[in-house]
């Protein structure tokens, strides 16, 4: 599986945008590319998904250029309970192997 | 949204005792499941791999008999621990597909912290 590399941590403040980078300089043509969030002590959570351009949810964006070779995810208007872990994994078939994420951390 | 829960949520035992972690998928059926293991400040390591009517797979440097795991319904995988010593100890995590989400939507349970004296 394709290896990820983002950075260790981000600080920020409430209410900015957030953009996470990823690379992921080995992916495959069906690999997509999907970020989890993880608080302490929980299990990760299923944030976005997707496989090239742009896709949005109610609570990211992820923007993927056209070489697929990175991807960013964009956190609009942070507050605190959006501190924590935030891994970028490249999906193929069923398996995700997960890389050592951006731990985030929002201030007041 | 799809619920997958553990339990225990946490358990401590004494040296060389089994412990076992159950996994269940509470609204949908899950033929494939997946146990990771999460040691403080690091990332999650994924362990094996759980299918219903089969023996799982392991991933390299895992011992299978030393986590042996059983997946004898699409509900319910169990993940037991055998022979647990200190270094066993972790914060140990399953997911599971559901049919017709995304190709890299699992859904995680709130994972299982084993303490082992």
């Known amino acids: 599986l394709a290896k990820t590399t983002q950075p260790i941590s981000m600080d920020s403040y409430e209410g900015q945008e957030v953009n996470i980078t990823c690379s992921h300089n080995?992916?495959?043509?069906?690999?997509?590319i999907t970020w989890y969030q993880q608080f302490p002590s929980q299990g990760p959570r299923f944030i976005i998904q997707?496989?090239?351009t742009k896709v949005t949810n109610e609570v990211a964006s992820l923007f993927i250029p056209a070489d697929r070779k990175s991807s960013t995810l964009s956190l609009p208007r942070v507050s605190l309970s959006d501190t924590a872990v935030y891994y970028c994994?490249?999906?193929?078939?069923?398996?995700?192997?997960f890389g050592q994420g951006t731990e985030l951390s929002v201030k007041p | 949204g799809a619920v997958v829960s553990q339990h225990p949520s946490r358990v401590i035992c004494k040296s060389g005792t089994s412990v076992k972690i159950e996994c269940r998928s509470l609204?949908?059926?899950?033929?494939?499941m997946f146990w990771y293991r999460q040691f403080p400040k690091q990332s999650l390591m994924l362990m094996a791999t759980?299918?219903?009517?089969?023996?799982?797979?392991?991933e390299q440097g895992v011992e299978k008999d030393k986590f042996l795991i059983n997946h004898a319904s699409l509900t319910l995988s169990t993940l037991t621990v055998t022979s647990a010593h200190p270094e066993d100890s972790s914060f140990y995590i399953c997911?599971?597909?559901?049919?017709?989400?995304?190709?890299?939507?699992?859904?995680f349970g709130e994972g299982s912290r084993l303490t082992v004296l």
């Open positions: 994994l490249v999906a193929r078939g069923g398996k995700l192997i």
């Open positions: 080995n992916i495959a043509t069906n690999d997509y």
């Open positions: 609204d949908f059926q899950a033929t494939t």
């Open positions: 997911s599971a597909r559901r049919e017709g989400a995304n190709t890299g939507e699992l859904f």
């Open positions: 997707g496989y090239k």
């Open positions: 759980s299918n219903e009517g089969s023996k799982a797979t392991y």
